[in-house]
């Protein structure tokens, strides 16, 4: 597991220093086999921005529909991303929305 949070901060230290520095937009996530998947609830703008149709505005949308609280479902980030369904058709098996929360422990009464 360490290993592949690894791989990914290398990627997008990576990508942004060849988006910075050679001005291209790169993608590296466009495969449904492809060998991660951005955790939706956690990923940040850059992380993100890895999705094939989410750019920079598309993130931050996405970040701030998230800062009411996780997705329940991946269709929720859909509509905040403004995605149509084509598009999300083509990025849906790169997204998850990592592990449920962990239920509340009961409080004893």
């Given at each position: 597991m360490l290993?592949?949070?690894?791989?990914?901060v290398i990627s997008v230290g990576v990508?942004?220093?060849r988006r910075h520095h050679l001005g291209k937009?790169?993608?590296?996530?466009?495969?449904?086999d492809a060998p991660f998947r951005v955790?939706?609830?956690?990923?940040?703008?850059?992380?993100?921005m890895l999705l094939p149709g989410v750019g920079d505005a598309r993130a931050v949308?996405?970040?701030?529909a998230r800062e009411k609280g996780p997705f329940g479902n991946l269709d929720e980030v859909r509509v905040a991303g403004g995605l149509s369904v084509k598009q999300f058709q083509s990025v849906r098996d790169l997204m998850t929305l990592g592990e449920p929360a962990a239920s509340p422990a009961p409080n004893g009464n």
């Open positions: 290993a592949l949070a690894c791989v990914i990508i942004t220093w937009d790169i993608r590296v996530l466009q495969a449904p955790n939706v609830n956690r990923a940040g703008r850059e992380e993100l949308r996405i970040l701030a």
